[in-house]
């Protein structure tokens, strides 16, 4: 995600990037989200789905660290898990599933529009899956048709 030069400058139309940002080192973020708007097509767009740091933290507060948050096709996942990443995972020797930061829904946009992407579209997702969802368009966007892309792209 850091270095895409093997694509081609604004030669992609979308980018889906599911539960891959928060395996970055918090100083890696910018140079990923630069990479997707410089392959994007002036028209592209980028969604991205995150873990949702506020509404895990809240379980956490509520001393539920390692309780069942809910249960994936990976099985148990517990707030810890979605903080730091799949321990089971990582047991099992696969330890690129550390998760090295994180967002919030406003901690996400900023770092969008930091990177440069002209409109966005989150929102939380929250129980079961306290997750984030983004649509960062590289050009202005008005935002009845940004909310239809978002609306289009698992914003339901």
């Known amino acids: 995600m850091t270095d895409m030069s093997s694509v081609q400058t604004e030669s992609v139309d979308a980018i889906y990037s599911s539960h891959n940002i928060e395996h970055l080192y ?8 630069t990479e997707f708007k410089r392959v994007l ?3 592209g767009f980028a969604v991205i ?10 379980l956490i507060a509520d001393d539920k660290l390692t309780d069942v948050a809910y249960t994936s096709p990976s099985g148990p996942i517990a707030p810890l898990d979605i903080l730091y990443g799949h321990r089971l995972s990582m047991a099992s ?3 690129y599933m550390a998760h090295r930061c994180g967002f919030t829904e406003k901690v996400l946009r900023g770092t969008l529009q930091a990177a440069g992407f002209a409109t966005i579209a989150s929102r939380k997702r929250g129980s079961p899956v306290f997750d984030l969802l983004a649509v960062a368009s590289k ?3 008005a935002e009845q048709e940004m909310q239809l ?5 698992s914003f339901r």
């Open 49 to 58: 789905a995150c873990p949702d740091l506020q509404s895990v933290c809240a």
């Open 139 to 141: 050009s202005p966007m």
């Open 93 to 95: 020797g696969n330890l």
């Open 149 to 153: 892309l978002a609306q289009e792209h």
């Open 26 to 33: 918090p100083h890696e973020v910018p140079l990923a989200l």
């Open 41 to 43: 097509k002036p028209n």
